[in-house]
């Protein structure tokens, strides 16, 4: 059965820090990664989705890797901003078209 | 364009009620999930359509929960009765497709608290 987990599940940081946050999964049998954005009572925010070819995928200030044979993928936000505060999660899509989210990490970002 | 369209967006109920959530996805988008998320959780999937048809209700609770995709654009998610352990977040996303490259929309979805 495949489990996501992510590390930390929370991280408070002061604003233009550059941070990593991590996703494991546990079977690396996927065929793509997702990583969301999740602000309090709003629904998920796709960011960026690497497929299981890739090996990492930029949009702005954000940049994901993965490694599929090791189950890991991390999520880079260069120079943090306030507005990066919110629960950012992964999410492997697996075999039978089954989407599988870790619980997030909880970022705040100070100003 | 319209993103996902969820309500109610707060729902508090008795246990022993029934309750109802409704969801319009994007226009077009074929491939429409119900999920559950519980507080500081991920999402967990309760249903999958392909237009009207439930091609994975593998994870919904059939004694208390039901849904419905009649014309495969619009869905209702029901559960009756509910009982307190249903207090959640309900999550309705959407794609046009299920391929590797697809991705999903959520809407902002609607919150459950059973009293």
């Known amino acids: 059965k495949q489990e996501v987990t992510q590390i930390p599940a929370a991280l408070s940081v002061p604003e233009g820090e550059n941070l990593v946050l991590n996703c494991s999964f546990t079977d690396s049998a996927i065929y793509n990664l997702q990583w969301f954005r999740q602000d309090p009572g709003k629904g998920l925010t796709s960011l960026l989705l690497i497929q299981s070819s890739q090996r990492e995928q930029t949009s702005g200030r954000l940049n994901a890797s993965l490694d599929k044979s090791s189950g890991r993928s991390t999520l880079y936000i260069a120079a943090s901003q306030p507005g990066d505060s919110a629960t950012y999660l992964c999410?492997?899509?697996?075999?039978?078209?089954?989407?599988?989210f870790g619980a997030g990490t909880r970022l705040f970002v100070k100003a | 364009e319209a993103g996902v369209v969820q309500s109610p967006r707060y729902k508090i109920i008795e246990k022993k009620q029934p309750v109802a959530f409704w969801c319009n996805p994007i226009?077009?988008?074929?491939?429409l999930y119900w999920y559950l998320q519980n507080l500081g959780q991920g999402p967990e999937l309760l249903i999958r359509?392909?237009?009207?048809?439930?091609?994975?209700d593998s994870q919904l609770p059939k004694d208390r929960f039901s849904a419905e995709r009649l014309k495969g654009v619009d869905s209702t998610l029901k559960i009756q009765p509910a009982e307190l352990g249903d207090s959640a977040v309900y999550l309705c996303?959407?794609?046009?497709?299920?391929?590797?490259?697809?991705?999903?929309?959520f809407g902002p979805g609607t919150r459950l608290l059973v009293l």
């Open positions: 996303a959407s794609s046009a497709g299920t391929g590797t490259q697809e991705t999903q929309y």
């Open positions: 226009s077009g988008h074929n491939t």
């Open positions: 999410a492997v899509y697996t075999g039978g078209f089954k989407t599988i």
């Open positions: 359509y392909e237009n009207e048809e439930a091609v994975d």
